[in-house]
């Protein structure tokens, strides 16, 4: 049978879709409140052609039926805040305890609002983005000065008549090359660097140690989030750590420290249970896998509909 005619046939006469008690307002919002749990987590993703959707899940249910509590188009917190306040009971909203978020304050606006008990939660790894993010920021200025340089160079060459032949550096590569090639040495720790990778960071932290220092800068901020199981001591270790950023004085780092001081309370809550948003990130994870499985969405309503099915 035609696949897209099955599809017809499953969704009109086979399942209950066309009965769906959600049916009329799915395409804006489903909420599923027996759902709630003491543990929740939230993320925004992209359903269909970068229409983005605010999603709760419920962790205890460990991303398999239960997880889905609440799925409505768009990320604007008041509208997001409303709708689950209508749709969530009250007592149901109290009883959660905790909830993961990453650093969007749209985000942080709509647990505040709707869930008012739970502790909020910082995702550490949305932190560590951040500081690796502002490494690479660095590399890739770097990149682009050697390409100026090369070009200006190959210029002069013309001019001269002189054919330009780039320096090779002691690993065979030129230093638009070097940059280039260092991007995934900059997100590892220097233990797991193979032979070739360590020569390579050492020729590049002896011609940029500006690079080595912001390396360490993002290494240290994962070290306390990789070490500390208290938050006493997370709070001095954060404060030591922002005051080398600060004295470091990178531009792409302050803003980094910045960010962190905006969220420094809900960051340092994850010292207590060490809880994150891989529940979320993982719950996104299969709904872009479902969506690729189908070749995309055409019809949104139906596509939820099975999420629900499947998760709710």
């Known amino acids: 049978m035609n696949g897209k005619l099955l599809e017809e046939q499953y ?18 919002h489903v909420v599923f ?36 509590v609440a ?8 509208r997001v805040k409303s709708i689950l306040q209508r749709k969530i009971p009250l007592n149901k909203r109290l009883m959660v305890k905790e909830v993961t978020l990453d650093m969007a304050a749209s985000m942080e606006q709509i647990v505040r609002k709707t869930f008012t008990k739970a502790t909020l939660v910082t995702d550490r790894f949305h932190v560590q983005k951040l500081a690796y ?28 008549g002189r054919p330009f032949i ?11 090359q070097l940059l280039a090639r260092s991007r995934y040495i900059l997100f590892k720790k220097k233990h797991n660097w193979s032979s070739s990778q360590a020569l390579r960071a050492e020729i590049l932290f002896k011609l940029y140690p500006q690079l080595e220092k912001a390396y360490e800068l993002s290494q240290q901020l994962g070290e306390i989030y990789h070490c500390v199981k208290d938050k006493g001591v997370a709070f001095a270790k954060l404060a030591r750590w922002y005051d080398k950023v600060e004295k470091a004085g990178f531009k792409s780092f302050n803003t980094v420290a910045r960010s962190i001081q905006a969220h420094y309370l809900t960051i340092l809550n994850y010292f207590e249970r060490r809880s994150t948003n891989a529940a979320a990130e993982s719950f996104n994870a299969k709904i872009k896998a479902f969506r690729n499985q189908f070749r995309g969405v055409r019809n949104v309503s139906f596509f939820i509909y099975r999420l629900a099915k499947i998760y709710a």
């Not at 993703?45 to 398999?64: D, F, M, P």
């Not at 799925?71 to 008041?78: E, I, P, W, Y």
């Not at 200025?141 to 013309?158: D, P, V």
């Open 11 to 28: 969704a009109v006469h086979l399942s209950d879709y066309t009965d769906w008690d959600q049916l009329d307002h799915s395409e804006d």
């Open 133 to 160: 993010d502002a490494v690479q920021q660095m590399r890739i200025e770097l990149r682009w000065e050697a390409m100026e340089l090369e070009n200006k160079e190959i210029e002069l060459g013309k001019e001269v």
């Open 71 to 78: 799925m409505v188009k768009g990320t604007d917190s008041d």
């Open 33 to 68: 409140p027996d759902n709630v749990g003491e543990y929740l987590a939230i993320d925004e993703t992209a359903l269909s052609q970068g229409e983005l959707y605010t999603i709760v899940t419920n962790k205890a249910a460990k991303g398999n039926k239960g997880s889905l």
């Open 166 to 176: 780039a320096a090779k550096l002691e690993n065979g590569d030129t230093r638009k």
